[in-house]
């Protein structure tokens, strides 16, 4: 018999055709769907910003482990899983390098006003109506990170391509070569041009960028988050950038996924992103295969590759 997992986000077909080679898999609808199975599934492949919903989590008494096909475990509640003794694993490095590209993909975006440019030309307004305003100069801005993980440390070196000076705060001092510490967030904010949200998501980063953040940034200050939504106090953005006291946002990410607001949506301060900075076809496969083979390990009784539980 194979064993019994519950797939809650939807993978690759390539990864999904292992899955079912596998396992008895059970594609997530609602709890209800899960009432004359929930006993025997054992194992859990889902999302990082999915994670698994309390009310799933409760009702799976012979679970063993969470797979997560990304490096983010805030939407997972990871006290139970220690409680319940449930192994949880992430798949970390492999999407490093999208994650930064696509911070410095909306750095450029945004300062340059690419999106702009790109529809003044669709639409055939060249030559017919006024050009878009003028953006602003990327090479040498002073860029801060909030978070020097493995991401905020490939968006600093992509920075130093770009002639930028890097600063950063975290919850210590890294002793980083090349890059200055700055463990207070708001003087970081006020001496960046830029700043990255690299954080993780959670309960002790929730609105860590909030209207006094923002304000330190100032009005010729850009934020990009390619982190969590929920780090980032999205009302005080929405304020801010409609108020002019923030030069412009540009985020992957968002508080309340998929929904977003409809100010961040007509702004022409904002560069929007559907939370994929780790959609390419490469990474998402090395992804998807990290988890096959987590969950592979863990019902061969092998050590876990990646386990952060």
């Known amino acids: 018999m194979k064993p019994e997992i519950l797939l809650i986000e939807p993978m690759m077909p390539e990864i999904e055709k292992q899955l079912d080679a596998a396992y008895t898999v059970h594609r997530f609808t609602s709890v209800e769907q899960l009432k004359d199975c929930a006993g025997r599934i054992r ?18 008494p012979a679970l063993e482990i969470i797979a997560i096909n990304g490096i983010g475990t805030d939407a ?17 490095g492999v999407l ?85 510490f700055v ?5 970081l904010a006020q001496n960046s041009e830029i700043l990255v949200i690299a954080a993780s ?23 990009i988050n390619v982190a969590r ?11 801010a950038l409609d108020e002019g006291t923030l030069g412009g946002a540009g985020l992957d990410v968002f508080e309340h996924e998929p929904d977003v607001p409809q100010a961040l949506r007509d702004s022409s301060r904002t560069v929007l992103q559907p939370h994929r900075a780790s959609a390419t076809v490469e990474t998402r496969l090395a992804m998807g295969n990290l988890v096959v083979r987590n969950l592979a390990a863990h019902f061969a009784t092998q050590p876990l590759l990646t386990a952060v539980i």
């Open 201 to 223: 998501g959670g309960a002790g980063s929730r609105h860590l960028v909030n209207r006094e953040i923002l304000d330190a940034l100032g009005p010729d200050g850009f934020l």
């Open 229 to 239: 939504g929920s780090v980032v106090d999205e009302q005080a953005l929405v304020q």
């Open 43 to 60: 194992g859990i492949a889902t999302g990082g910003a999915t994670g698994v919903p309390e009310a799933v989590m409760k009702s799976l």
């Open 96 to 180: 490093t390098d999208d994650v930064a590209d696509m911070a410095i993909g909306l750095i450029l975006s945004l300062l340059r006003g690419l999106p702009a440019g790109d529809r003044y030309v669709r639409e055939g307004a060249w030559g017919h109506a006024p050009a878009p305003a003028l953006g602003r100069k990327v090479t040498g801005k002073r860029l801060g990170i909030v978070g020097m993980g493995h991401v905020g440390r490939a968006i600093a070196s992509r920075g130093r391509a770009f002639a930028m000076p890097v600063a950063y705060t975290d919850l210590r001092n890294l002793e980083l070569e090349g890059y200055a």
């Open 183 to 187: 463990p207070d967030l708001k003087t």
């Open 76 to 92: 997972v509640d990871l006290k139970e899983a220690r409680r319940r003794n449930i192994h949880v694993t992430t798949t970390p």
